[in-house]
Nanobody
């Protein structure tokens, strides 16, 4: 199983980036994919999740209305479209896979249920 995150970069405040998470070795139809981020000196935090099956999406409060998840099952890829970026969005972003039965509405943005992690991609938002 491998998750490959990419698409990070340097943008100005208000800019946009689209992150990709290419998944191999498991099906997006049976695993949910979460996105986490870790800023320097801070703990890793969950920001969004797209569920297996119907592909319903969930967002942490600070990114609601600005970040949008989508999924291309043919490419086994999940995308995180990030708009209206702020300096506080600066972090290394990670994608991770979790079987749907391992998480609840209360645990979806915690790290421990997730079984597989990709390497991170750096997002830097300048003010």
């Amino acid at each position: 199983v491998q998750l490959q995150a990419s698409g990070g970069g340097l943008v100005h405040t208000g800019g946009s980036l689209r992150l990709s998470c290419v998944v191999s070795g498991l099906s997006l139809g049976t695993f949910a994919i979460g996105w986490f981020r870790q800023a320097p000196g801070k703990e890793r935090e969950g920001v969004s999740l797209i569920s297996s099956g119907d592909g319903g999406s969930y967002y942490e409060e600070s990114v609601k209305g600005r970040f949008t998840l989508s999924r291309d099952d043919a490419k086994n890829t999940v995308y995180l479209q990030m708009n209206s970026l702020k300096p506080e969005d600066t972090a290394v972003y990670y994608c991770a896979a979790v079987p749907p039965g391992y998480i609840t509405i209360h645990t979806m943005f915690t790290q421990s249920p997730y079984l597989c992690w990709g390497q991170g991609t750096q997002v830097t938002v300048s003010s």
